[in-house]
């Protein structure tokens, strides 16, 4: 079983960024790929990056592609997701997500391939 952690949320202005980390406890972390997601008010939560156990294979959505940067740290059982450029429209509530879907090297997307989710963690970006 996995148990995460979401810090790093806050406010910012429209440019700026900042740093997500999701803290993972229970079993072997490489076992999980570690995906981001995000709800903004009114909408339905949509994939935003996912990077593979191992950390060999991942993915982006269009719209944070060349900002966001999806890593991990196995030894110390952690995600990040680095937001750099924010926009008002990345405005939202963030989800990190764990899924044991495929392999070590298997990133999936569909959210209904992930088990295990944090709490969320507000992202502010305004103009």
């Known amino acids: 079983q996995v148990q995460l952690v979401e810090s790093g949320g806050g406010s910012v202005q429209a440019g700026g960024s900042l740093l997500l980390s999701c803290a993972a406890s229970?079993?072997?972390?490489?076992?999980?790929?570690m995906g981001w997601f995000r709800q903004a008010p009114g909408k339905e939560r949509e994939f935003v990056s996912v990077?593979?156990?191992?950390?060999?294979?991942?993915f982006y959505e269009d719209s944070v592609k060349g900002r966001f940067t999806i890593s991990r740290d196995n030894a110390g059982n952690r995600g990040y997701l680095q937001m750099n450029s924010l926009k008002p429209e990345d405005t939202a509530v963030y989800y990190c997500?764990?899924?044991?879907?495929?392999?070590?090297?298997?990133?999936?997307?569909?959210?209904?391939?992930?088990?295990?989710w944090g709490q969320g963690t507000q992202v502010t970006v305004s103009s």
């Open positions: 229970g079993r072997t972390f490489s076992n999980y790929a």
């Open positions: 990077v593979s156990g191992k950390g060999g294979n991942l």
């Open positions: 997500a764990a899924s044991s879907y495929g392999n070590q090297y298997t990133a999936p997307i569909a959210q209904a391939r992930y088990e295990y």
